[in-house]
């Protein structure tokens, strides 16, 4: 079956960002959309429909006389006909004016949108129609935008997407802090034969052979972390994207995380361009200064040592920081991290060579005995975004490091195996694909970047 074919409102202001909307002026056109305005003085009226194709709503204009025009309030759906009219001197460059405006679903009393600004919690009551609402809509149109933007990045650069596993036996971060699965309450290990079978907390352990196979790849997919974290940055479900590439070295995952951020941010800023707008007049009004200096300024690469240094100093000058005891295998909370991002160094930092003791086991074992090749992405306002680190390759090491850990490594084996045979220097990142969002909307709370959050005490729906 063939759907009614209808003209989208994203194509009517991309005819007017190429100069070429004159050509549809007296055209007859049929839309469809839902309403978000309807107002009429004496003999005229003024639909305001969006379709969900762009964030920009087309005005419609109506005689009185068309009865179910006069009777569309907030959230009805329509269908319309009529003729385009290019507008230049008026604030929208184009309108219709109906020749036939059909209601196709109204609204009945329970509807909760109104015309008057709801708040962001409140509506997070209503995922079945927040994203009709001027934020939503363009929250999830920019997070569509991005992962376009984060596939295009990849494929352009020749890496493969690889679609690593949801249920998995492993615990990659090595935390513990994982959902279990069983299909049988009472016999956790009948289905699989294991007992231990939970939803992955990251893909990196199950890309890594194909990386050494393959040379880039990455993975993008859904993660789970239960982790008791009732904050606005961690979600029990999030999207994670986590490249691995074969002979990178640690500066090298810096240059290439930069690189892949920046012609990220910059390509969805720019083709979200009416999004974005919205978002700097009423979500964060400093949103286009720091994306912009977040595109266009390197991001500083600093050692863990030289930032605790730096973080001694300001409790030394008088900074009263919660946990203010700062020495050497301080596992940074988000206080610190602010501070370094927004007070001492002022923009996006690469924070390099942390102590083992708090990083995971497969990290590359430095020199010193004491440090790791790891590398989180500090960023002002959200906090890590990124983290990340060169491979422990030397299988000796690997191994020591997770019978230290006290791992059971018969769940490793096939892991460790690729130490043994075709090993090769390798480095990969995780980045957390809501506060990417977070960070390019400008949304504080990262339950409004998730179409359907599931956080610590938090799942509905
Ligand atoms: O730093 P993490 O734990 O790193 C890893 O999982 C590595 N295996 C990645 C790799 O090297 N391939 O997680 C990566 C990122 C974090 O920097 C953060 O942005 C995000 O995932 N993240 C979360 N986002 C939302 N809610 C949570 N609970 C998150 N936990 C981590
Ligand atoms: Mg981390």
New binding site residues.
Partial sequence: MEIEQKYLIKDLFSKVDDQTIQELDGAELEFGGWVKANRFFGDVGFISVNDGSCFGSLQVVYKSTMADAVACRLGCSISCKGVLKYTPEAKQPFELEANEVTLVGGVDDSYPLQKKKTSFEYLRDYPQWRMKTNTFNAVFRVRSTLAYYIHQYFHKKGYYWIHTPILTAND??GEGQTFDVYADKKHPEEFFNKDNVHLT??G?LHVEPFALAYGKVYTFGPTF?A?K?NTV????E?W?I?P?IAWAHLSDLCDIEEDFLKFVVKNTVEECKQDMAFFSQWVDKDLMARLDSFVNTPFRRVKYEEAIEALQKAVKEGHQFEVNDIQFGLDLGSEHEKYLTEVVYKGPIFLTDYPKDIK?FYMKQNADGKTVGAV?LLVPGIG??????EREVSYEKLRARMEELGMKLEAYDWYLDLRRSGSIPHS?????F??LVMLVTGMLN?RDTLPYPRCYKDMQF
């Fill in positions: 990659c971060e907390v990251s990196q972390r982790e974290s940055r961690h979600a029990a999030f994670m986590e691995e995971a989180d890590e975004l990124c983290g990340g680190s990969g990142f995780g980045l957390g809501e506060r990262i």
